[in-house]
């Protein structure tokens, strides 16, 4: 099943190109209803509706350096602390956009733009401290995420080891275009991944290359305690701009184009805007201290 987020919240699942309305407020409601809600009577047509950011999780738990690939690449980049695939940090859920949303470019705090495409967990079922064999029963789909990065931000945060700011800001979260029922993936393991920027390949990557399973990872995070809907990533794949021999000929531009695909999860489409032409007015600048 897919199940999305459209028009101003309402919530369906796709049959074909129609939309089936469901009974319900929210995709998290969904979940935390053990999905037992019934349709409302209402079809659509999906080329009629407005697709949303699929789910506001309650929690959305980060990972990084977790695909081999890119740990390799990061060793030719000047960290003053190494990334070790143990990172974790939580996002900022007020900074998810949907897909066709614009990231803005806020131009007074980078002219580092990085992406980082990534596969995103959904929990349906609330618990901790579990073990990887019992993380299965708590995996109900995946979404794709696209982990905008600051990276001039986020090399100063690593001067202190974290790195957090650099990817929370408003827009750099995008997620979709919709949520793929676990029993839709055969293999969460076996799933071709690759970001392209105005139709340029940049990452391509593949979840067998993970140094640590996705349900090693969902009960890794267990001890923070899940809720229904929440999201847990898994680290980018390699090609990232920040490991570039020219890092600014990859950065992304304002008028870019990024389709972030994850193999049988979908493709998420955004855009680049900058600071003016979202909100009419030059980009603030940076408070700092």
Not at 9 to 15: A, F, K, Q
Not at 229 to 234: A, K
């Amino acid at each position: 099943m897919k199940l999305i987020t459209f028009d101003e919240g309402r919530v369906g699942r796709l049959d074909g190109e129609d939309v089936i309305e469901l009974d319900v407020p929210s995709t998290r409601a969904y979940f935390e209803r053990e999905g037992k809600v019934d349709e409302t009577g209402e079809r659509l047509r999906l080329a009629d509706v407005r697709l949303r950011a699929p789910i506001r999780p309650k929690k959305f738990f980060h990972t990084a350096g977790n695909f081999a690939d890119h740990h390799e690449e990061l060793q030719a980049v000047d960290w003053s602390h190494p990334v070790h695939k143990g990172i974790v940090f939580f996002q900022n859920v007020d900074a998810i956009i949907g897909p066709d949303d614009p990231i803005v470019y806020p131009e007074g705090y980078t002219r580092e733009l990085d992406y980082e495409l990534e596969l995103a967990v959904v929990i349906g079922k609330p618990g901790k401290f579990f073990s990887p064999e019992q993380a299965i029963e708590h995996i109900a789909g995946f979404t794709v995420f696209n982990d905008i990065t600051a990276r001039d931000i986020q090399r100063k945060e690593m001067e202190s080891g974290v790195f957090s700011f650099s990817k929370a800001i408003d827009t750099f979260c995008p997620i979709g275009p919709w949520i793929v029922t676990a029993e839709e993936i055969p293999d969460m393991m076996n799933l071709a991944m690759e970001l392209r920027v105005n139709g340029e390949v940049r990452q391509t990557g593949h979840t067998s290359q993970m140094r640590v399973s996705i349900p090693h990872l969902v009960a890794y995070h267990s001890p923070q305690t899940f809720s229904a809907g929440d999201l847990l990533t898994t680290g980018t794949i390699s090609g990232v701009a920040a490991v570039q021999p020219n890092p600014f000929d990859f950065y992304l531009q304002p008028g870019d184009r990024i389709e972030a695909e994850v193999e049988g999860v979908g493709v998420l489409r955004n855009h680049v805007v900058s600071w003016k032409d979202a909100y009419g007015e030059p980009a603030p600048e940076r408070v700092d201290w």
